[in-house]
């Protein structure tokens, strides 16, 4: 694997966590949680070193909204976080 083709593969995973930040209605949360950089490294990190790239990627495209993510997204944990912060 190149250098570029891992970068294209983070800027992909790091795509994916977008869309399950605003799929599940955190997006705007995660923005200004206190320390909001660390904590989307962090999410970041554990987007990358998912093994369900391509189901993450046809959920999110099946899905209009969804009040949680699918049980194996790594950041599930965030994401209830954060919406408890609504």
Known sequence: MS???????VDA??????RMMQ???????????????AVTNRAVDRCRSCGHQDEC????HE?????HPPPYCRNG????RLQSLR
């Open 3 to 9: 250098f570029l083709d891992y970068l294209m593969g």
């Open 13 to 18: 995973r790091i795509a994916l966590m977008g």
């Open 23 to 37: 799929k599940t209605g955190v997006d705007r949360q995660l923005r200004v949680v206190a320390d909001h950089v």
């Open 57 to 60: 990627a046809a959920w999110l």
């Open 63 to 67: 899905t209009e909204h969804a009040d």
């Open 77 to 80: 944990d965030l994401i209830a």
